[in-house]
């Protein structure tokens, strides 16, 4: 199994910047990509950011070139620095890890944090 503690959040002005980290233990060797989604109320949970364990990433078009996507492998720990922030960013930001599709099958495919608030205020 792999556990997901995510910390950070908060109420931020438009405009300003906030850092979410996730912190990642149990089994640790099966995580292939990391990467933090949201939801906003009323609406699905979309992605946001991803980076493989090779630092590959990838961005939502809402946010390039305002978030940043990070990971310690060594640490176990994703980190999203967001930066510009927008109202239309308010949401709860979940933290997911994703195994390797043919290794450790007996966990889950996708684990996810308990949910970090950020509201953004015009």
């Known amino acids: 199994q792999v556990q997901l503690v995510e910390s950070g959040g908060g109420l931020v002005q438009a405009g300003g910047s906030l850092r979410l980290s996730c912190a990642v233990s149990g089994d640790t060797n099966c995580i292939s990509t990391m990467g933090w989604y949201r939801q906003a109320p009323g609406k699905e949970r979309e992605l946001v950011a991803t980076?493989?364990?090779?630092?590959?990433?990838r961005y939502a078009d809402s946010v390039k070139g305002r978030f940043t996507i990070s990971r310690d492998n060594a640490k176990n720990t994703v980190n999203l620095q967001m930066n510009s922030l927008k109202p239309e960013d308010t949401a709860v930001y979940y933290c997911?890890?994703?195994?390797?599709?043919?290794?450790?099958?007996?966990?889950?495919?996708?684990?996810w944090g308990q949910g970090s608030q950020v509201t953004v205020s015009s």
């Open positions: 997911n890890t994703r195994r390797f599709q043919t290794v450790c099958i007996a966990i889950p495919f996708d684990s």
């Open positions: 980076i493989t364990r090779a630092g590959s990433t």
